[in-house]
């Protein structure tokens, strides 16, 4: 299959996934939006408006719902985009057994279905903030976080749809992973209230430097730091490396598997 | 890859291989490791075999001998463990209608979404689609979320989009059964015209009657292994005998002493099989069915299982009905019981007809009648079976398999099968 043809057939995949998820129902794709802003309304209303919550001294903004905000909108779709992908191949598993198509089509289709939903309501939030702060400048990095991160979710996905393909317990584990990471991220919590001495771990969960980096961008109205650069590179290094690794082992026998 | 220009598909040293694991835990060693599977389980091994231009190749052989396996990884929905293929062209697969689609959505954006799994564009479907809709059938269906269609209709619609634009090599997977005797005999036809217009065609089905008639060359396989590659006749013939060695060995229990008598129904079946009604475009037809069989000159004994040829003459009638006027074809197949095959004949190969005993709007009935005068077979059991094939013999509407089961005995005391016709001196 031709470069071309396989880029259409993607652009078909991912239409038809987005239309598929909200089949039958009287909105259709637009739910796939509405979800995450009614979230990060919630957020909003709940601890900005309704309580007026204040974080501590070194936090980078004082208000709660503005805080969680920031981490909260990507750390959902990381989840969202890592979980879809993960069953991406089980769940096409007779599309592919019976048509001669690239598995990897099929998790590439699920990341960015889902990564297409999160990020107009990211720019979106972006430019509020934008007007809010004024820190411009910082938010020209985020189309680089996000395209960074649709790369994550689609490693860590495909990653994990091999994994669920030889053994269906990944799914299990990833649904307990995706519950405790985020009390391992500096999503709810600023970094500056983790144990000095602990605060590497945080770094275990990938999406920690880019909600750091988020938080950097659109709150501090800074450039994230070389060391959040870093450590992202290192991260989309380590998974590509185990998905050429995985999909060596598997490459022959993964269709079987499904 | 390609072939090269004469040869459409060439197949060398093909073979799947499938680990077996006992436990999930040893596959994501096998992931994580690199290690081979524990167990290995060849279903395929070995296969090697050009097909040219328009040849159309059978491929037959019992339940998991490995023809599933050969038309996925010809189609290339599997990856060979071994071996290759090369092809020309575009290849098509009817190998499960239908997959791939999803209930929700009209047959038309189905349409238009399956059509990207093989590869066509936006552009190429939008020219495809009025005759694929022609096809097919559905009339304004096809505006209609796919979850409201019959199995039938959902299979239409996928049969017409696969066969929508005529590939270098078909590769069909028993997919003839598919929709009414009218559509059936459509897929046929359409079949049928791919390949007299040099479409090479891999068949693979359990329909041996099908292969003969389609195919030039057929493939055996056996647990995986090619059991025998040539010309139709002859891998037949001998895939035949292997399928009665077997029969031999491991007779059916309890179905024998029933199957027997000059009665109006099929053996096999309890009641009588009346003419199914099927609507078809606001008109009441019949289905094409077998209604009665019968031979003249059986004894029923007072006692014991099986009647008995009391003649030197056969004379058997056969009479059907179908929903049009055209004549059909009839088939008879007389058998030894439990044992070799006799003779078959079938109207449209020797240039006769039945004739019709009415015409209604919608049905017609046809009588037919055999003789066989001074039948000359040998003392034995001996079994009649009935078949009701369209004009051209292709598709099979009616079936009355091992139908009447008779004993004869011969005035001829000598040993042997059959008095073959012949001079002395």
């Known amino acids: 299959m031709g470069a071309g043809s396989s880029a259409s057939l993607l652009s078909s995949l991912v239409k038809r996934e987005m239309q598929s998820r909200y089949a039958g129902s009287a909105l259709g794709a637009f739910w796939a939006y509405v979800q995450p802003l009614l979230t990060v309304a919630v957020y909003f209303l709940v601890f900005d408006v309704v309580f007026a919550m204040r974080m501590g001294e070194h936090a980078p903004t004082e208000r709660v719902g503005t805080y969680l905000v920031v981490g909260a909108l990507p750390w959902l779709a990381f989840a969202d985009g890592v979980s879809r992908g993960a069953s991406s191949l089980v769940d096409s598993a007779g599309i592919l057994q019976k048509n001669a198509l690239p598995p990897v089509l099929f998790v590439i289709r699920s990341v960015l279905a889902s990564w297409l939903a999160f990020m107009p309501i990211m720019v979106l939030l972006a430019v509020l903030y934008g007007f809010i702060t004024g820190h411009w400048r910082a938010i020209a990095a985020l189309p680089i976080l996000l395209l960074l991160q649709l790369v994550l979710c689609y490693l860590c996905g495909h990653v994990l749809a091999i994994l669920t393909a030889a053994t269906r317990d990944t799914t299990q584990v990833l649904g307990f992973a995706l519950g405790v990471g985020i009390f391992l991220s500096p999503v709810l919590f600023p970094l500056s209230l983790f144990p000095v001495d602990w605060q590497w771990a945080l770094y275990l969960n990938p999406m920690s430097a880019w909600v750091l980096a988020y938080q950097s961008v659109m709150l501090s109205g800074l450039w994230p730091g070389l060391y959040l650069w870093g450590i992202m590179g290192l991260w989309l290094a380590l998974l590509a490396g185990v998905l050429v690794w995985l999909n060596r082992n598997s490459r022959e026998e993964l269709v079987d598997w499904l | ?425």
């Not at chain 2, 040893?26 to 075999?49: E, I, N």
């Not at chain 2, 003419?275 to 029923?300: D, F, H, Y």
């Not at chain 2, 030894?336 to 709007?361: R, Y």
Request: charged residues 20%.
């Open chain 2, 1 to 425: 890859m390609s072939a090269s220009p004469q040869v459409s598909l060439q197949v060398s040293g093909l073979g799947k291989c499938y680990g077996v694991y006992a436990r999930p835990q040893q596959r994501l060693r096998r992931l994580l490791t690199g290690a081979a599977a524990p167990q290995q389980h060849w279903s395929l091994k070995d296969v090697s075999f050009d097909l040219h231009k328009g040849q159309c190749l059978g491929v037959i052989g019992d339940n998991g001998a490995g023809k599933s396996t050969l038309l996925k990884l010809l189609a290339g929905s599997l990856q060979p463990s071994k071996g290759q293929v090369l092809r020309t062209g575009r290849l098509t697969a009817i190998l499960e209608l239908g997959a791939g689609f999803h209930p929700e959505f009209t047959g038309r954006d189905n349409l238009h979404f399956a059509g990207g799994f093989m590869g066509f564009s936006a552009f190429d479907m939008q020219q495809l689609t009025p005759s694929i809709l022609d096809f097919a059938e559905l009339g304004e269906a096809i505006d209609r979320p796919l979850k409201t269609y019959s199995s039938g209709m959902v299979v239409r619609l996928a049969f017409a989009l696969v066969t929508a634009v005529q590939p270098e090599v078909l590769i069909i997977d028993e997919a003839l059964a598919v929709g009414d005797q009218h559509f059936q005999k459509k897929c046929v036809e359409r079949i049928d015209s791919f390949r007299r217009n040099g479409c090479t065609i891999l068949f693979c089905s359990h329909s041996l009657y099908h292969v003969r008639q389609l195919c030039d060359q057929v493939l055996w396989l056996d647990k995986g292994l090619v059991r025998g590659l040539g010309r139709t006749e002859e891998i037949i013939t001998a895939y035949e005998t292997h399928v009665r060695l077997q029969d031999v060995s491991a007779p059916p229990e309890g179905a024998v002493t029933q199957v027997y008598a000059q009665t109006d129904k099929p053996a096999a079946e309890a009641t009588p099989k009346e003419p199914v009604l099927v609507v078809k475009e606001g008109q009441r037809a019949v289905q094409a069915t077998i209604v009665q069989a019968s031979m003249e000159g059986l004894i029923v004994p007072a006692y014991g299982d099986r009647p008995t040829l009391q003649t030197t003459d056969v004379r058997l009638s056969l009479r059907v009905v179908t929903p049009d006027r055209q004549p059909p074809s009839l088939g008879f197949m007389l058998e030894q019981f439990k044992g070799v095959g006799i003779m078959s004949l079938a109207t449209h190969a020797e240039g006769v007809a039945p004739t019709a005993v009415a015409h209604q709007p919608g049905r017609s009935e046809w009588l037919m009648h055999l003789s066989l005068p001074d039948f000359p077979l040998h003392s034995g059991t001996y079994v009649w079976s009935f078949y009701l094939f369209d004009a051209q013999g292709l598709v099979v509407c009616d079936e009355w398999k091992d139908h009447i089961v008779f004993d004869w005995i011969s005035p001829s005391l000598t040993p042997g099968l059959v008095r073959l016709p012949h001079v002395w001196g």
